[in-house]
């Protein structure tokens, strides 16, 4: 398959770490060195990983392409800092798993998060945070996941994908407004620029591959009336009334969509999370997904300038 097939998928890249604990192997190389850890991985090749934060996503995610089989919509590639033997037991732990996941990138020691552009990649989810803050930092959207490991029961084949807004599907800048003027600086900032468009931020390609996938389900719905749509989509916002308007026509302006939005004016996010059950939610903040995580597969995108300070921001 030639490279540039990868342009009409929706490509997300993911360190081992994301996708499967670790936690044991980890310990092993943090506490006893390299080449104890090449023969523990040796040792345990054919034991199969148990599932990580980011599994139940990836696997439903991967479901949707029986939504083409000839030509699948979605291409999740493994981004390692593992060389090639000690990644054996990644390989067979996917297979193991039953994941359609057959590309990988296995580099000694580095993280490859440099090679994203060349495989079109609009997300890379990583359990390492000095991978994700490199790669943010080099202007690529990368996330580093938290949460509970493995909790993926539910028999439906749902997706439910959640986003904050300001720092993730839009750039940072209202954020800055509100670090420098408070909350009555940010809405008067806000409600006068309602009708101009926000910059994109680090993950609105990522919604827009998303809504592509939206869109192949709303087209097998109309030729099959029993089609149950799986992915749902939903915008989770610290925002309130009268600031709610501008993301409301930034998504509009961008051309991309959500399914839900809840503007809820600093109510916390783990309530809401613990009803709506994403398989995944991002966010800029960490005191954000530090409270999802304890329930909610969460992915803390560290972008902007909320990044560089421990200040609160509107979300």
Same mark, same amino acid.
């Given at each position: 398959?030639?490279?540039?097939?990868?342009?009409?998928?929706?490509?997300?890249?993911?360190?081992?770490?994301?996708?499967?604990? =670790?936690?044991?192997?980890?310990? $092993?190389?943090?506490?006893?060195?390299?080449? &104890?850890?090449?023969?523990?991985?040796?040792? @345990?090749?054919?034991?199969?990983?148990?599932?990580?934060?980011? +599994? *139940?996503?990836?696997?439903?995610?991967?479901?949707?392409?029986?939504?083409? =089989?000839?030509? *699948?919509?979605?291409? !999740?590639?493994?981004?390692?800092?593992?060389?090639?033997?000690? #990644?054996?037991? $990644?390989?067979?732990?996917?297979?193991?798993?039953?994941?359609?996941?057959?590309?990988?990138?296995?580099?000694?020691?580095?993280?490859?998060?440099?090679?994203?552009?060349?495989?079109?990649?609009? =997300? +890379?989810?990583?359990?390492?945070?000095?991978?994700?803050?490199? &790669?943010?930092?080099?202007?690529?959207?990368?996330?580093?996941?938290?949460?509970?490991?493995?909790?993926?029961? /539910?028999?439906?084949?749902?997706?439910?994908?959640?986003?904050?807004?300001?720092?993730?599907?839009?750039?940072?800048?209202?954020?800055?407004?509100?670090?420098?003027?408070?909350?009555?600086?940010?809405? +008067?900032?806000?409600?006068?620029?309602?009708?101009?468009?926000? /910059?994109?931020?680090?993950?609105?390609?990522?919604?827009?591959? %998303?809504?592509?996938?939206?869109?192949?389900?709303?087209?097998?719905?109309?030729?099959?009336?029993?089609?149950?749509?799986?992915? @749902?989509?939903? =915008? %989770?916002?610290?925002?309130?009334?009268?600031?709610?308007?501008? *993301? $409301?026509?930034?998504?509009?302006?961008? #051309?991309?969509?959500?399914?839900?939005?809840?503007?809820?004016?600093?109510?916390?996010?783990?309530?809401?999370?613990?009803?709506?059950?994403?398989?995944?939610?991002?966010? /800029?903040? $960490?005191? @954000?997904?530090?409270?999802?995580? @304890?329930?909610?597969?969460? !992915?803390?995108?560290? +972008?902007?300038?909320?990044?560089?300070?421990?200040?609160?921001? *509107?979300?």
């Amino acid at each position: 398959m030639a490279v540039y097939e990868l342009k009409n998928r929706l490509v997300v890249g993911i360190a081992s770490s994301a996708l499967f604990g =670790l936690a044991e192997a980890d310990a $092993v190389f943090r506490e006893q060195g390299v080449q &104890a850890y090449r023969a523990y991985q040796e040792e @345990h090749l054919d034991d199969t990983l148990g599932k990580g934060v980011a +599994f *139940p996503f990836v696997r439903r995610l991967l479901s949707l392409n029986d939504l083409s =089989l000839d030509d *699948p919509l979605v291409e !999740v590639i493994i981004l390692s800092r593992n060389d090639p033997d000690t #990644g054996l037991r $990644v390989m067979r732990s996917i297979q193991s798993h039953d994941l359609p996941i057959s590309r990988a990138i296995f580099m000694q020691g580095r993280s490859p998060y440099r090679f994203m552009p060349a495989l079109n990649m609009s =997300l +890379f989810l990583s359990a390492n945070e000095d991978d994700v803050r490199e &790669a943010v930092a080099f202007g690529l959207p990368a996330g580093r996941v938290l949460g509970p490991a493995g909790t993926d029961e /539910d028999d439906d084949q749902d997706l439910r994908i959640a986003f904050d807004f300001d720092g993730i599907l839009a750039d940072d800048a209202s954020e800055q407004v509100y670090q420098a003027g408070g909350i009555d600086g940010f809405r +008067f900032h806000e409600t006068t620029n309602a009708a101009t468009p926000h /910059d994109p931020g680090p993950l609105r390609d990522f919604l827009a591959g %998303v809504n592509r996938l939206q869109q192949r389900e709303a087209e097998r719905r109309s030729e099959d009336a029993y089609y149950k749509i799986r992915v @749902h989509v939903s =915008l %989770v916002t610290a925002r309130a009334a009268p600031a709610h308007e501008r *993301p $409301v026509r930034s998504l509009k302006n961008w #051309g991309v969509t959500v399914n839900d939005a809840f503007f809820l004016g600093g109510i916390d996010k783990s309530t809401i999370m613990e009803v709506l059950r994403p398989h995944i939610f991002f966010d /800029d903040q $960490v005191g @954000h997904v530090t409270g999802t995580s @304890h329930s909610t597969p969460s !992915v803390h995108v560290p +972008f902007g300038k909320i990044n560089e300070s421990d200040g609160p921001a *509107p979300g």
